[in-house]
Structures are given as C-alpha cells and as structure tokens.
T-cell receptor, first 115, second 114 residues
Framework: NAGVMQNPRHLVRRRGQEARLRCSPM?????VYWYRQLPEEGLKFMVY????????ESGMPKERFSAEFPKEGPSILRIQQVVRGDSAAYFC?????????????FGSGTQLSVL | AQKVTQAQTEISVVEKEDVTLDCVYE???????LFWYKQPPSGELVFLIR??????QNEISGRYSWNFQKSTSSFNFTITASQVVDSAVYFC???????????FGAGTRLTVKP
C-alpha cells in the first residue's frame, strides 16, 4: 500500500513564475491537508480538502495560492507569481476520516526554491 | 487557540544515552489529541504516537516512552539507550475535535553521535 506521494521533490522557480505541487493521498483516503514548513519552524496548516471540495482554507494566503482536489487525479497546490518568501517545504497529508484527532499520513514534501 | 511549545531547538547526545524531548501545550478545550512525529533526513514525517486528553496513562513502546501530565500541560518523549538512527527532527502536535488545523511545535533536532 503506497504512502502519500508528492511530486516533484524539488522545484525551482524564478520570481513571477507559477509553481504546481502535486499530492496523491494514500489509497482509500479522501481527506487531504497541505502544510508549509519554513526553515527551523514547525509545520503550518494551509488548507484541508475532500474530493472536489475545499473544506477549510483558513491557513492559506489570500492571494496567489489556490488548491484543488478533483474527482480524478491528485490534489494540486498552485502558487502563482511566486516570490522569494514562498521558498519552503510543502507537505501533503491524508487521512481516511476527519473530525479532529485523526492520525495524518504525510508525504516526503516538495522543497520549493524561488530564485 | 491552540499552541505547542518545544523549547529545545537542538539536542546532541552520545549513543546509548537517554534523552527526553519536552513538549508543552496550550488549549482551552477539554477534549484534545496530542501527537509526536519524527522527521528523518529523508523528510517524510513518521507518526509515532497519538494520545487523547482523557487518557493520562504513560506509554512505552520499545525504547520510546511518553509522559503525559495534564497538570503541567506537558507531553514529553523519552528515548532510552539512543541510537544513531534516532537522529531526526521530532515534532509535537495538538489537535481538537472538529478542527482541521493540527498545530505543530517548532520541532527539536536530535543528533545522536556514535
């Protein structure tokens, strides 16, 4: 049973370009979370999605960031017009249920570097 | 609001030493869940333990043990007879029911030297 798959592992973008980060949850998991980790900091919640729905985007910056989890295919975190401050590790996690207190299964993350 | 504090930024020990990683949490909810995750150099976060607020029983799993004390709002993690493979960043996290935002501490980087 494959774990949470994220790609790419490393992504380099120049300022102003778009970054697309992909996440395939574990088989049977319909709940996806995105977190951002800045250097020497813990993970910060960004968004929680179920298939075709954004449930909670309270941690997402209001501009340039968007997320989706289509009926078919992976979840996508999209960052438009990237800036240097977007450089971070972005982690995706999935769970089979929700309601708080659920164990999250994490991917290996995507390291985004903005030049 | 929920908050998790891991005051120890980095710890370095020699193999076979015991080491305790501290975690202090804040929440006004009476029902909550505490977690520890391990992040090895490969980057993936590995789940270690989940504890709910009504279960203060300490837990031992091999060389790992956890001490949950509601009186001090702490959920400390001890590794006995540490090994080089224990070298990683360890995160403590807190979540409450019906909340999608699992709050993480800043992490403690543990280095175990041979």
């Amino acid at each position: 049973n494959a774990g949470v798959m994220q790609n790419p592992r490393h992504l380099v973008r120049r300022r102003g370009q778009e970054a697309r980060l992909r996440c395939s949850p574990m088989k049977g998991h319909s709940h996806v979370y995105w977190y951002r980790q800045l250097p020497e900091e813990g993970l910060k919640f960004m968004v929680y999605l179920q298939k075709e729905n954004i449930i909670d985007e309270s941690g997402m910056p209001k501009e340039r960031f968007s997320a989706e989890f289509p009926k078919e295919g992976p979840s996508i975190l999209r960052i438009q017009q990237v800036v240097r401050g977007d450089s971070a590790a972005y982690f995706c996690a999935s769970s089979p249920r929700t309601g708080g207190g659920e164990k999250l299964f994490f991917g290996s993350g995507t390291q985004l570097s903005v030049l | 609001a929920q908050k998790v504090t891991q005051a120890q930024t980095e710890i370095s020990v020699v193999e076979k030493e015991d080491v305790t990683l501290d975690c202090v949490y804040e929440t006004r909810d009476t029902t909550y869940y505490l977690f520890w995750y391990k992040q090895p150099p490969s980057g993936e976060l590995v789940f270690l333990i989940r504890r709910n607020s009504f279960d203060e029983q300490n837990e031992i799993s091999g060389r790992y043990s956890w001490n949950f004390q509601k009186s001090t709002s702490s959920f400390n993690f001890t590794i006995t007879a540490s090994q080089v493979v224990d070298s990683a960043v360890y995160f403590c996290a807190l979540n409450v029911p019906n909340n999608n935002d699992m709050r993480f501490g800043a992490g403690t980087r543990l280095t175990v030297k041979p």
